[in-house]
T-cell receptor, first 115, second 113 residues
């Protein structure tokens, strides 16, 4: 089982709304990621959690707030977004082994539209 | 500064023939490379990977070749099938506190019957 589940699949929100994206995996992976993908562009890393601790923040604006409540769940809290934040948001997970690279498995993504 | 480059935005191949997708990278600190396949509005699907200590890895119809001195890798698909039509992303991995993947721009592969 290499499944990463993201909800919702689609989200439309106003610029004053607060919403959350959710991601879940049951592969025992201890690294979880948020990526953002704009149309016709490659995925770009936003955040990495390793063993439930934030390890990497790629200078993402504070209107995006990640949270890792436990080893299976990853949330992305959204507040006061701009229309240019509209994109496909991808969650991924991988084994987290010190000094070792492994495959990362992606969810289906949440298509976010900010109006 | 684009550290991972896929210089061919698109590639068209006849069904049954070989598809070769190319990827170049600039950062010699990358030590693990992955290929992903992606359909529109879906997440990338992992295909195959290779460690920098190897020069070839094979999995069924998919083979990845790595030339470290040239900082170049390629994905070979043999034989190509219509279901292989998708966007293929090359990704390079580096450990900086945690594993980071840097993606190339992608190549759209179309398999013609």
């Amino acid at each position: 089982d290499t499944e990463v589940t993201q909800t919702p699949k689609h989200l439309v929100m106003g610029m004053t709304n607060k919403k959350s994206l959710k991601c879940e995996q049951h592969m025992g992976h201890r690294a979880m990621y948020w990526y953002k993908q704009k149309a016709k562009k490659p995925p770009e890393l936003m955040f990495v959690y390793s063993y439930e601790k934030l390890s990497i923040n790629e200078s993402v604006p504070s209107r995006f707030s990640p949270e890792c409540p436990n080893s299976s769940l990853l949330n992305l809290h959204l507040h006061a977004l701009q229309p240019e934040d509209s994109a496909l948001y991808l969650c991924a997970s991988s084994q987290s082994r010190v000094r070792m690279n492994t495959e990362a498995f992606f969810g289906q993504g949440t298509r976010l539209t900010v109006v | 500064d684009q550290q991972v480059k896929q210089n061919s935005p698109s590639l068209s191949v006849q069904e049954g023939r070989i598809s070769i997708l190319n990827c170049d990278y600039t950062n010699s600190m990358f030590d693990y490379f992955l290929w992903y396949k992606k359909y529109p509005a879906e997440g990338p699907t992992f295909l195959i990977s290779i460690s920098s200590i190897k020069d070839k890895n094979e999995d069924g119809r998919f083979t990845v070749f790595l030339n470290k001195s040239a900082k170049h890798l390629s994905l070979h698909i043999v034989p190509s099938q219509p279901g292989d039509s998708a966007v293929y992303f090359c990704a390079a991995s580096i450990i900086q506190g945690a594993q980071k993947l840097v993606f190339g721009q992608g190549t759209r592969l179309t398999i013609n019957p």
